[in-house]
């Protein structure tokens, strides 16, 4: 079965630096990605996806991600942190291609310090 | 456009009551979805419907039904509420094939 791995419950960024989340993935077959950002007591957003075209995703709000396969990893960076980046990010894999359900990582809660 | 709507936004039971949570969609999605979130546990997944008169059991399908009236709607029903199942519960709908979800406000629901 398909899952991701995102490590660090919280993550304390200073407003201006650089965020990375990072996510690892174990799949069997050629994986879509996906990072979704949950602001307080709010529903998921769709942050980017990863599909096999471009490694390089870029997504909303500044933010993209690379998928490597070598690695086996799809890590989500911000260059510059602002306050509203506060909120909780998801990766998720999709575990079969096509069908439409996807397995969520724990979740990384993202502090930005003034 | 009002995307995926979900009622109630809050609900407090008591041990052994029921409830349904209710849930539509209007971007014509094949797919529905039902999860729960839970501090540190990520979003797992309860049911979903991958088109219109299918439904089936994902992780933690244990304590509840759903139903998925038509091809908009998909509700979670919850027969006899544990405190266990105090959770926020999201719902979520995806084109056939395309695998981006999109989900609703989420219910707070609390099992005393």
């Known amino acids: 079965a398909q899952s991701v791995t995102q490590l660090g419950s919280h993550v304390s960024v200073s407003e201006g630096a650089l965020v990375l989340l990072r996510c690892n993935y174990s799949s069997s077959v050629p994986p879509y990605l996906f990072w979704y950002v949950q602001y307080p007591n709010q529903g998921l957003q769709l942050l980017l996806k990863?599909?096999?075209?471009?490694?390089l995703v870029k997504g909303i709000n500044g933010f993209e991600a690379e998928f490597k396969k070598s690695e086996t990893s799809f890590h989500l960076t911000k260059p510059s942190a602002h306050m509203r980046d506060a909120a909780e990010y998801f990766c998720a894999v999709s575990v079969t291609p096509g069908n439409n359900r996807l397995a969520f990582g724990k979740g990384n809660q993202v502090v930005v310090i003034p | 456009n009002a995307g995926v709507t979900q009622t109630p936004k809050f609900q407090v039971l008591k041990t052994g009551q029921s409830m349904t949570l209710q849930c539509a969609q209007d971007m014509n999605h094949n797919s529905m979805y039902w999860y729960r979130q839970d501090p540190g546990m990520g979003l797992r997944l309860i049911y979903y419907?991958?088109?219109?008169?299918?439904?089936d059991k994902g992780e933690v399908p244990n304590g509840y039904n759903v139903s998925r009236l038509n091809k908009r709607e998909f509700s979670l029903r919850l027969e006899s509420a544990a405190p266990s199942q105090t959770s926020v519960y999201f719902c979520?709908?995806?084109?056939?094939?395309?695998?981006?979800?999109?989900f609703g406000p989420g219910t707070r629901l609390t099992v005393l």
């Open positions: 979520a709908s995806s084109a056939y094939q395309t695998d981006t979800q999109y």
């Open positions: 990863y599909t096999s075209a471009a490694t």
């Open positions: 419907s991958a088109s219109e008169g299918t439904t």
